[in-house]
């Protein structure tokens, strides 16, 4: 896939655009090409899965099935389904099991996570229904629809018209998604949206998140993971926390 037209990145005062477009070279190209540079580093790689039908989705990971290096496939359900007209995967309990349970049945070798996606009345409701076909994890969430206008021209500041806002503006949403997961799986959550700094991570793993996902702030600074994990320490001695299993989900188990 090409990907979208330029520009793709455009920074808001509350967080960015992105219209990516999901460029990539393929799978048997992953595979053969970036796989085997990706092996070289000490790290776990989560490879996400995408696809515009529930063969797609099969096809992807019965490939990766075969090759070594990766630690876990990440489901985007965010992708319109053009066999059900171009509704999103991740909007109809439903269609979200289906493709989870077709996706467990080949994923053997490794765990299965899905990418949630925020544009759903009730997010706890899909997320059942794709633990109950077999998600062992849930990163929540994805980026919500925006536009960014130059009011010079009229036009689109992206090359597409719409894109994806991510950064601090999402957080308190994103917040709220994660709480509501939380309080019906028992899967861990991986919780992602406008993290920056340490007292963020503390707010997502203290509604429920077991961990969490940096991307926004990485474009502006590199190397912010590693300041947030001396951050994370200092925060917590700070508050008297000496277990991130204190915090857990405590937001979440306080009454009212």
């Known amino acids: 896939m090409e990907g979208a037209p330029g520009p793709r990145l455009y920074v808001t005062p509350s967080g960015m655009l992105n219209a ?101 009345t009730d997010i706890g409701q899909i997320a059942r229904a794709a633990e109950d076909a077999g998600a062992e994890a849930f990163t929540v969430a994805n980026t919500y629809p925006a536009i960014a206008v130059d009011y010079h021209t009229g036009k689109s500041c992206l090359g597409n018209k719409t894109g994806g806002l991510s950064g ?49 702030a990485s474009f502006a600074d590199p190397a912010v993971i590693e300041r947030l994990a001396g951050e994370l320490s200092q925060d917590l001695l700070d508050i008297k926390v000496f277990s991130i299993s204190e915090i857990s989900g405590r937001f979440a188990r306080e009454k009212g």
């Open 168 to 216: 601090p503006a999402i957080k308190p949403i994103t917040l709220r998604l994660v709480w509501e997961t939380y309080k019906v799986v028992k899967s861990p959550i991986i919780g992602l949206g406008g993290i920056e700094n340490a007292q963020d991570i503390i707010e997502y793993l203290s509604v429920g998140a077991a961990a969490v996902q940096v991307g926004t």
């Open 20 to 120: 990516v477009g999901l460029q990539n070279i393929g799978v048997r190209a992953f595979v053969a090409e970036k796989l085997p540079l990706l092996r070289k580093f000490d790290t776990a790689v989560i490879a996400n899965v995408f696809g515009s039908t529930i063969e797609d989705y099969v096809e992807v990971i019965r490939i990766l099935e075969d090759a070594e290096g990766l630690a876990a496939y990440e489901l985007n359900i965010s992708c319109p389904n053009v066999k059900k007209g171009g509704i999103q995967f991740g909007s109809d309990p439903s269609i979200a099991a289906e493709v989870v349970r077709a996706a467990r049945n080949v994923a053997i070798k490794r765990p299965l996570w899905v990418k949630l996606s925020p544009l759903v």
